[in-house]
């Protein structure tokens, strides 16, 4: 048998252990620049990192379920091209269940209920769906078991069992392991635990219970469906469009008029909103990286070209060319791998930023999001690569010295300038050219910003509180008995000392209040009567009160006209200038079309005849932050009354002091009424706006990663610089000696960088200004105004040349301070 040797002779160990520490003394004698290039490093990768990370948990894999390529919400569109959830009928859903191209089908709706039975209540959200739901998911419980088709057999009321989510058992039960088998009480109905979800399990988006529901209760949430294997999208839409048709003909106002199916994937609303900005922001990292590969390259070149003589040396004595390049390989690999290390906990500290800054309404907030194995290996690859890139070329420089050449100190240092004048000019023009990038999206980003902040509101949502009132079922079943509660539950409110105003308002909460109805004009028929439409609002007569919103004509109805459900109107500017560009609108009258009438809605009994338009109020935004002001109608909210309506509330102090207090006041009328959710300020609602929160996001990083960018370029810029003053020592102390002045000095050094600077910022002035149009849309410009897009470039221009000068001054201000008989020494 052949005995087995270690591949590595002990001298080999030997050697390496050698380099080792001989790279280490070299890096703790020169601390400033090992400090330099290990930073660069670690903030591009660290800022690579973390984006990828998000990136890879919110784009690649947001769900944790199987066969995620084959699920997909039923959706519909309407002819104005919204797409929205299907609301369908227990017959309808039995019928769904024999379409050819589904292969499980999932329905659901969202809901909040209360935990009874303790000391105290506690808001929970439910998810109610029938027993399909986690088997078409295939996701195994973390305790436990899942909801089955038996928990919610057709024809029967469902079991009473509930299946906690991660969260809501870590927060409410401490993660008691032993949870399985006890009870809950939601609503004073016990439900018996069967299980307890896995931590990143996303569907519901936060959700905190499982219920089953039984399939014939009409459900006002949506449907998902997984396809068979090989059936397009556009092969379900087809199949599933005349059953659509049937249903839209047999129940007209449970569907938008002439809707078609637009199936989509389960992912297609995640990478439709955040793919672009989450794609831009990588870029922007990307660019980062280069420029910090580029910077440590500067520097290592700078270094490598000094120790020209050091390497002379060693040649001369003995050292072979491979021992050369393992020793200067041997410091770039443990630059590298510091700089990775120290990015990995930049990452893991940046991530947290990331996560805290994306907006919430664009993805599920139980997705996971952390720095996982392929985060991991694309880190190390990435040091592997900037360690090839930056320590290769300098190590196969050394490799060879020309002896005889280097051991004379003069030609040595004119050689290495030479040598290396043209690698530091492009790296140098590089940097500046991806600096100018990066500075000119960051300031369309912050324009955008800035533009939408400075939107005219057309109301004020300072200290304005919004607090949800559901109603559980069977309670308050009729029109005026629910009226007189909801007044009841306001006046209540108003009560409180530190309240200005309590309005009520259903669906009208700004910025996206209130929802698209279909209306005519009397003795002004509409020549597309398909496409009038206007946002639709439920108020009462202090709605515009409590939102400071002005009213310009007319007047807003009575207490007493609310109680008896008058048919009244008000109408905006914009619906007024619309539909009656000449004269006043006052005194005309409008119907609501295709009002519903589901059990649990009450209509008042003239709720469906012609309401007089009694007043015109000011334009406010009701489309989001980033779109102009739609046509809008206000009618009195005892006109439809919901399972549930929404109270607007003015405080004189901070809002947030008053949530108890709020609440106590709501226990006051009805001690087992819960407020919907978190009680939330209208200032909150804009900032989870999802372009408010997209463009905060955009604005801050690239902010951020500009000024990371701009410090990167001008540390390379110095580093090449002061390479050049030192290699030209001889020669400046030279035209001193001759005469000449200390500004001709510094202009020969600030000339010598200003070519790589100019070429940098006219490549980067090329790219900014060819790229208009897509660094428009990339930053997410979509409030229709105008980028002052080249004089943003021009401004990053001038920003770029005065850095550059300052990292100039410096090298030049110690070239034009060389002493003479000092550099003619020097060697």
């Not at 279909?518 to 206007?534: C, H, I, T, V, W």
């Amino acid at each position: 048998m052949n005995e087995f040797r270690f591949p590595f002779k002990e001298t080999d160990l030997v050697t390496l252990l050698q380099d080792i520490r001989y790279a280490f003394r070299q890096l703790h004698n020169h601390l400033g620049f090992a400090l330099t290039a290990i930073l660069s490093l670690a903030l591009g990768i660290g800022a690579t990192v973390s984006v990828f990370s998000v990136i890879y948990g919110v784009l690649l894999h947001p769900f944790p379920y199987a066969d995620v390529d084959r699920l997909a919400n039923l959706s519909i569109r309407d002819q104005k091209g919204n797409i929205s959830d299907a609301w369908f009928s227990g017959q309808q859903l039995r019928e769904l269940r024999n379409v050819h191209a589904f292969e499980n089908i999932a329905s659901w709706r969202l809901g909040f209920l209360e935990i009874t039975g303790g000391e105290i209540p506690e808001n929970v959200r439910a998810y109610f769906g029938i027993g399909e739901t986690f088997p078409t998911l295939r996701v195994p419980p973390l305790l436990g078991r899942n909801l089955g088709p038996s928990d919610s057999p057709d024809g029967q009321e469902p079991q009473p069992v509930a299946v906690l989510h991660y969260r809501f058992w870590q927060r409410h039960f401490n993660g008691d392991p032993a949870i399985i088998g006890k009870t809950l009480e939601l609503d004073h109905k016990r439900y018996t635990i069967v299980g307890v979800t896995r931590p990143n399990f996303t569907e519901g988006w936060g959700t905190d219970v499982y219920l089953p529901q039984e399939i014939g209760n009409p459900l006002g949430g949506g449907v998902m469906v997984k396809l068979r294997p090989g059936v397009s999208l556009a092969a379900a839409d087809a199949e599933m469009q005349p059953l659509l048709d049937r249903y839209m003909h047999e129940r007209p106002l449970d569907f938008p008029k002439n809707a078609k199916v637009d199936i989509r994937l389960l992912t297609w609303e995640i990478t439709h909103n955040m793919g672009s900005t989450l794609y831009l922001l990588f870029g922007a990292v990307a660019m980062l990286l280069a420029i910090g590969c580029s910077n440590v390259s500067i520097l290592l070149l700078a270094r490598g070209t000094a120790r020209q003589h050091e390497f002379a040396v060693r040649a001369a004595v003995g050292a072979g060319s491979i021992r050369i390049v393992r020793q200067l390989l041997t410091e770039s690999l443990m630059l590298a791998l510091t700089g990775a290390v120290l990015g990995v906990m930049l990452a893991s500290r940046l991530l947290v930023v990331i996560i805290a800054w994306l907006p919430p309404r664009l993805f599920p907030p139980d997705v996971a999001i952390h720095i996982n194995l392929p985060v991991l290996l694309f880190s190390v690859v990435v040091a592997l690569l900037t360690t090839v890139f930056f320590g290769l070329i300098p190590a196969l420089q050394m490799a060879k010295p020309e002896i005889s050449r280097v051991m004379q100190s003069a030609t040595t240092r004119a050689a290495g300038s030479v040598r290396g004048k043209r690698l530091h000019a492009m790296l140098v023009a590089a940097q500046i050219a991806l600096t100018m990038m990066l500075l000119t999206v960051a300031g369309a980003a912050i324009e955008s910003f800035i533009h939408i902040l400075r939107v005219p509101l057309g109301y004020n949502p300072h200290n304005v509180v919004s607090v949800g009132i559901p109603l559980r079922e069977n309670t308050y079943t009729n029109w005026q008995a629910r009226v007189n509660y909801f007044e009841q539950l306001r006046a209540s409110i108003a009560a409180l000392p530190d309240v200005i105003s309590a309005s009520i308002t259903t669906g009208g909460t700004p910025p996206g209040g209130g929802w698209w109805q279909r209306f005519d004009l009397l003795g002004k028929p509409s020549l597309s009567p398909e496409s009038q439409y206007a946002k639709f609002n439920l108020i009462d007569s202090d709605y515009f009160r409590t939102l400071q919103t002005p009213l310009l004509e007319g007047r807003a109805w009575t207490p007493a006209e609310i109680a008896h459900g008058t048919p009244l109107a008000i109408v905006n500017q914009t619906f007024a200038r619309q539909y009656f560009p000449e004269g006043s609108i006052l005194g005309h009258s409008l119907k609501v079309l295709d009002l519903r009438n589901d059990p649990g809605v009450w209509n008042a009994p003239e709720a469906s005849g012609w309401m007089q338009i009694i007043g015109v109020v000011a334009d406010s935004i009701n489309d989001g932050v980033d779109q102009p002001t739609r046509p809008a109608m206000f009618v009195p909210y005892s006109t439809q009354l919901w399972m549930g309506t929404q109270f607007l509330v003015r405080t004189r102090i901070a809002p947030d002091s008053l949530q108890n207090s709020i609440r106590r006041q709501i226990a006051l009328v009805n001690p087992n009424q819960p407020a919907f959710g978190a009680i939330a300020s209208l200032e909150k609602w804009i900032r989870d706006e999802p372009v408010w929160a997209r463009g905060r996001l955009i604005s801050a990083l690239f902010a951020g990663f500009s000024i990371l960018a701009l410090i990167l370029s001008a540390v390379g810029l110095y580093s090449v610089v002061s390479y050049s003053v030192a290699q030209r020592t001889n020669e400046f102390g030279i035209r001193i000696a001759l005469g000449a002045q200390k500004s001709d000095v510094s202009k020969i050094v600030l000339a010598s960088a200003g070519i790589s600077v100019g070429l940098g910022v006219l490549t980067g002035l090329a790219l900014s200004l060819g790229l208009h149009r897509f660094i428009s849309g990339w930053v997410g410009n979509t409030t229709n105004h105008p980028l002052t897009h080249p004089l943003i470039v021009l401004s990053v221009s001038l920003l770029l040349v005065v850095v550059a000068v300052m990292a100039c001054l410096m090298p030049a201000r110690r070239a034009s301070s060389v002493d003479p008989m000092t550099a003619l020494r020097c060697d």
